[in-house]
Protein backbone atom coordinates (compact mmCIF):
# COMPACT_ATOMS: atom_id res chain seq x y z
CA UNK A 1 0.00 0.00 0.00
CA UNK A 2 2.97 2.25 0.96
CA UNK A 3 4.67 1.70 -2.32
CA UNK A 4 1.53 2.51 -4.27
CA UNK A 5 1.10 5.83 -2.12
CA UNK A 6 5.01 6.85 -2.96
CA UNK A 7 4.45 5.75 -6.87
CA UNK A 8 1.19 8.17 -7.36
CA UNK A 9 3.09 11.15 -5.37
CA UNK A 10 5.83 10.52 -7.69
CA UNK A 11 3.52 10.79 -10.81
CA UNK A 12 1.75 13.68 -9.74
CA UNK A 13 4.77 16.06 -9.07
CA UNK A 14 6.61 14.92 -12.12
CA UNK A 15 3.28 15.54 -14.04
CA UNK A 16 2.86 18.89 -12.19
CA UNK A 17 6.52 19.74 -12.81
CA UNK A 18 6.23 19.31 -16.59
CA UNK A 19 3.15 21.45 -16.97
CA UNK A 20 4.71 24.08 -15.30
CA UNK A 21 8.30 23.94 -17.32
CA UNK A 22 6.34 23.70 -20.55
CA UNK A 23 6.09 26.99 -22.52
CA UNK A 24 2.20 28.28 -22.85
CA UNK A 25 0.40 29.69 -25.96
CA UNK A 26 1.37 33.44 -25.14
CA UNK A 27 4.36 33.00 -23.59
CA UNK A 28 7.22 34.85 -26.08
CA UNK A 29 9.00 32.60 -25.70
CA UNK A 30 7.21 29.87 -27.75
CA UNK A 31 7.33 32.02 -30.84
CA UNK A 32 11.24 32.14 -30.39
CA UNK A 33 11.48 28.43 -30.27
CA UNK A 34 9.36 28.52 -33.28
CA UNK A 35 11.28 30.53 -34.97
CA UNK A 36 14.96 29.14 -33.68
CA UNK A 37 13.95 25.61 -34.78
CA UNK A 38 12.40 26.62 -38.14
CA UNK A 39 15.79 28.64 -39.22
CA UNK A 40 17.74 25.30 -37.85
CA UNK A 41 15.70 23.33 -40.59
CA UNK A 42 12.76 22.22 -39.33
CA UNK A 43 9.66 21.88 -41.51
CA UNK A 44 6.84 24.73 -40.70
CA UNK A 45 3.22 22.71 -41.03
CA UNK A 46 0.15 25.06 -41.23
CA UNK A 47 -2.45 22.59 -39.87
CA UNK A 48 -5.37 25.14 -41.64
CA UNK A 49 -7.53 24.58 -44.27
CA UNK A 50 -6.53 25.61 -47.99
CA UNK A 51 -8.71 28.88 -47.65
CA UNK A 52 -6.97 29.89 -44.83
CA UNK A 53 -3.84 29.35 -45.81
CA UNK A 54 -4.61 31.17 -48.99
CA UNK A 55 -6.13 34.20 -46.99
CA UNK A 56 -2.33 34.36 -45.54
CA UNK A 57 0.10 31.97 -44.04
CA UNK A 58 3.89 32.41 -42.59
CA UNK A 59 6.85 32.22 -45.00
CA UNK A 60 8.35 29.15 -46.19
CA UNK A 61 4.89 26.94 -44.57
CA UNK A 62 3.75 24.05 -46.29
CA UNK A 63 -0.17 23.42 -45.71
CA UNK A 64 -1.47 20.09 -44.96
CA UNK A 65 -4.96 20.62 -42.85
CA UNK A 66 -4.78 18.54 -39.98
CA UNK A 67 -7.94 16.14 -41.29
CA UNK A 68 -5.64 15.15 -43.98
CA UNK A 69 -2.52 15.21 -41.91
CA UNK A 70 -2.89 11.26 -41.38
CA UNK A 71 -2.90 10.53 -45.48
CA UNK A 72 -0.39 12.81 -46.36
CA UNK A 73 2.10 11.76 -43.47
CA UNK A 74 4.91 11.15 -46.54
CA UNK A 75 4.99 14.85 -47.53
CA UNK A 76 6.84 14.94 -44.68
CA UNK A 77 9.75 12.69 -44.82
CA UNK A 78 10.80 10.36 -42.44
CA UNK A 79 10.02 10.60 -38.57
CA UNK A 80 13.01 12.19 -37.87
CA UNK A 81 12.41 15.08 -39.49
CA UNK A 82 11.86 18.52 -37.34
CA UNK A 83 8.41 19.51 -37.19
CA UNK A 84 6.74 23.30 -36.37
CA UNK A 85 2.63 22.81 -36.59
CA UNK A 86 0.50 25.76 -35.84
CA UNK A 87 -2.94 26.92 -36.69
CA UNK A 88 -5.27 29.77 -36.43
CA UNK A 89 -6.17 29.10 -32.39
CA UNK A 90 -3.67 26.15 -31.64
CA UNK A 91 -6.63 23.55 -31.03
CA UNK A 92 -5.88 22.16 -34.30
CA UNK A 93 -2.18 22.34 -34.01
CA UNK A 94 -2.24 20.81 -30.22
CA UNK A 95 -4.15 17.94 -32.53
CA UNK A 96 -1.84 17.60 -35.20
CA UNK A 97 1.28 17.31 -32.39
CA UNK A 98 -0.58 14.40 -31.15
CA UNK A 99 -1.24 12.86 -33.96
CA UNK A 100 2.38 13.02 -35.43
CA UNK A 101 3.62 12.07 -31.96
CA UNK A 102 1.80 9.25 -32.19
CA UNK A 103 2.47 8.40 -35.48
CA UNK A 104 6.60 7.88 -34.63
CA UNK A 105 7.47 11.74 -35.35
CA UNK A 106 9.58 12.18 -31.95
CA UNK A 107 10.79 16.39 -32.64
CA UNK A 108 7.23 17.98 -33.48
CA UNK A 109 6.88 21.73 -31.87
CA UNK A 110 3.42 23.69 -31.28
CA UNK A 111 3.55 27.16 -32.53
CA UNK A 112 -0.29 27.01 -31.55
CA UNK A 113 -1.60 30.23 -33.10
CA UNK A 114 0.07 31.96 -36.20
CA UNK A 115 -0.73 34.77 -34.41
CA UNK A 116 2.50 33.27 -31.89
CA UNK A 117 4.97 33.62 -34.17
CA UNK A 118 7.47 36.38 -33.34
Do not use: F, W
Given at each position: MRILLVVTAVVFVSVLVIACVRPRPGDPSVGAEARRRVEAGATLVDVRTPEEFAAGHLPGAVNIPVGA???RLGE???PATPLVVYCRSGARSG???RLLKARGFQDVFDLGPMSAWP
Open positions: LEELGPRAE
